[in-house]
Structure formats: C-alpha cells, structure tokens
C-alpha cells in the first residue's frame, strides 16, 4: 500500500514563498510520475504540476509556471514545490499524487492518478 504525506503549507502574505513536501512510502518511488494537484473552496481540483520518475521532465500548469517549481529526491522518497510570488489565488489544499502505472491518458487529469495524499491548506493573504 502506498501512503503520501505532504507538509509545509501555511499562512504566507501574498509575494511570499512555502516549500511543499510529499513523502511516499514503498520501494518504487522512483518508477512514477508524480504531481501536485490544488483545490479551492468551491471550485474543482485542478493540476499545478508534475515530474517524471527520473525528475528529468517537468510540466506546470500556465497559472503557476516561472513561480513555482517541482523536484524530487528520489534517495529519500520525497517530492517538494517550491512557490515563490505567492498570490492570493494561489490559496487552496494541496495535494500530491501518483500516477498510475499504464501511463496512459493526460498527466495534467486527475483521473490518471491512483494515489492521493491527505492535502495541505496553504492561504495566501493579500
């Protein structure tokens, strides 16, 4: 079974900056993509970003592109967003995923993902 942890959201003012981290269980961490997904109040969960096994590619979502910033350290299971020039819209839960094995169908829907952390609220003060 595999388990996702994230940690480091918070209360930031706007133009500030969180480092996100999701710790997975399991030997494989290394084999799959892994992603960041955000939800606000009220509104569907939407794709932030993602990273291939080997961290060698990177995908952002257009709202979050030169501000935020995915890696992985795959010696220690664990995957980070870096969020700079936080704004208020940024504010939502945060949550990491795995996507699943087949890798068939879009990395940017979160139908292609089996595995889900609990989230971390992150909220952005203007």
């Known amino acids: 079974q595999v388990q996702l942890v994230e940690s480091g959201g918070g209360l930031v003012q706007a133009g500030g900056s969180l480092r996100l981290s999701c710790a997975a269980s399991g030997r494989t961490f290394s084999g799959y993509v892994m992603a960041w997904f955000r939800q606000a109040p009220g509104k569907e969960r939407e794709f932030v970003a993602a990273?291939?096994?080997?961290?060698?590619?990177?995908y952002y979502a257009d709202s979050v592109k030169g501000r935020f910033t995915i890696s992985r350290d795959n010696a220690k299971n664990t995957m980070y967003l870096q969020m700079n020039s936080l704004k208020a819209a940024d504010t939502a839960v945060y949550y990491c995923a795995r996507r699943m094995a087949t890798g068939y169908g879009s990395t940017y829907s979160d139908t292609n993902y089996d595995y889900w952390g609990q989230g971390t609220q992150v909220t952005v003060s203007s």
């Open positions: 990273i291939s096994g080997t961290g060698g590619n990177t």
